[in-house]
């Protein structure tokens, strides 16, 4: 999905949410337009907007208006020709190297469009990443033997934009109150971020049928915590829609065990620290990457 896509949605679902909340009673004036982000008498332009032309009319032409600074036809013919006539099967990172050697001036994220929107190159069937750090927050678990002997369950917080882990820790059993410790940890440092995407364990989600749809209205006490922070949720419905967090838990199976043996720790309390200290800065510091856009969707 677009930047300016993610963000009308997001624009939307928040509103109605806030406005349906309002108009049932739960929620005054004040504290919907404050659950927004805007002072009250914007949130009065919203609902007049929304009785008038229901959500499309909350849309922010802004973001869909044609941009001045578009590249011209012929630097997008340009830069199509350099692939097919001369890096015809190249990858796209490949093919960016070039192009910038030969004065290429366009972000990685320009090129690799251009070439897709050509059939060029065929688009990921991965799920694009959030454009700014703040805008989704993955939160999972893993059980494994961390150390000879013991099972625990490692609770991971990250940033779907960068990857950054900004909460890792071991406890016996994941819950509503490791949960709360991970996002917990991230609005102390961070600040209330926008969306929480998570699988659909119980902790989460009550779910009325097995394998089925989770209830948006029936809220965990997690759900509830985090919609009374203006944060929406969202349910994960397959391992491969986790595929970032499942690559991510492999590479921690993967070298964890073997450090924390290397430094001989034994107990929980110094596999936590060691985490907090040592690993966590040193895997952010290889695996973390650049949002593909500049800002932050975090709220102080």
Same mark, same amino acid.
């Given at each position: 999905?677009k930047?300016?896509?993610?963000?009308q949605?997001?624009?939307k679902?928040?509103f109605?949410?806030a406005y349906?909340d309002?108009?049932?009673g739960?929620?005054t004036q004040?504290?919907?337009?404050?659950?927004?982000?805007?002072?009250?008498?914007?949130?009065r332009?919203?609902?007049?907007r929304?009785?008038e032309?229901?959500l499309?009319?909350?849309?922010?032409?802004?973001?869909?208006?044609i941009?001045?600074r578009r590249?011209?036809?012929?630097e997008?013919m340009?830069t199509?020709?350099l692939y097919?006539?001369r890096?015809l099967?190249w990858?796209?990172?490949h093919f960016?190297?070039w192009?910038?050697k030969?004065?290429?001036t366009r972000?990685y994220t320009?090129?690799?469009?251009r070439?897709q929107?050509?059939g060029?190159i065929?688009?990921?069937?991965k799920?694009?990443?959030?454009p700014?750090?703040?805008?989704?927050?993955?939160?999972?678990?893993?059980t494994h033997?961390?150390?000879t002997g013991?099972k625990?369950?490692?609770?991971?917080?990250?940033?779907?934009?960068?990857s950054?882990?900004?909460?890792?820790f071991?406890? /016996? @059993?994941? *819950?509503?109150?490791? &949960? =709360?410790q991970g996002?917990q940890?991230?609005? /102390? @440092?961070q *600040?209330l971020?926008? &969306? =929480?995407?998570s699988?659909?364990?119980?902790?989460?989600?009550?779910?009325?049928?097995?394998g089925?749809?989770v209830d948006?209205q029936?809220l965990?006490?997690?759900g509830?915590?985090?919609k009374r922070?203006?944060?929406?949720?969202?349910?994960?419905?397959?391992?491969e829609?986790?595929?970032?967090?499942?690559?991510?838990?492999?590479t921690?199976?993967?070298r964890?065990?073997?450090?924390?043996?290397?430094?001989?720790?034994t107990?929980m309390a110094?596999?936590?620290?060691?985490?907090?200290?040592?690993?966590m800065p040193a895997?952010?510091?290889e695996?973390?990457q650049s949002a593909?856009e500049e800002g932050?969707?975090f709220v102080?």
């Open positions: 999905m930047r300016t896509e993610w963000l949605e997001t624009r679902m928040r109605e949410e349906e309002y108009r049932r739960s929620l004040a504290e919907a337009a404050l659950l927004l982000g805007v002072c009250d008498r914007t949130f332009r919203y609902m007049n929304y009785d032309g229901g499309d009319a909350l849309l922010d032409k802004r973001l869909v208006q941009s001045h590249a011209p036809v012929d997008i340009r199509v020709d097919r006539d890096h099967g990858n796209a990172k960016y190297a192009y910038r030969e004065s290429g972000s320009w090129v690799k469009s070439l929107e050509a060029l065929e688009r990921a069937k799920r694009e990443r959030a700014l750090v703040g805008m989704m927050i993955h939160q999972d678990g893993s033997e961390w150390i013991e625990w369950d490692l609770i991971v917080t990250m940033d779907d934009a960068t950054e882990h900004y909460s890792m071991f406890v /016996e @059993e994941e *819950g509503t109150a490791s &949960s =709360f996002v940890e991230i609005i /102390e @440092e *600040g971020f926008a &969306s =929480f995407y699988d659909r364990g119980s902790h989460y989600w009550h779910t009325p049928e097995a089925g749809k948006k029936n965990t006490q997690f509830q915590a985090l922070l203006g944060i929406e949720m969202i349910a994960a419905y397959s391992p829609a986790r595929g970032r967090s499942e690559r991510m838990f492999r921690h199976q993967e964890l065990p073997k450090e924390l043996a290397l430094a001989g720790i107990h110094a596999a936590n620290r060691y985490l907090k200290e040592i690993y895997f952010n510091a695996f973390m593909s932050s969707a102080p």
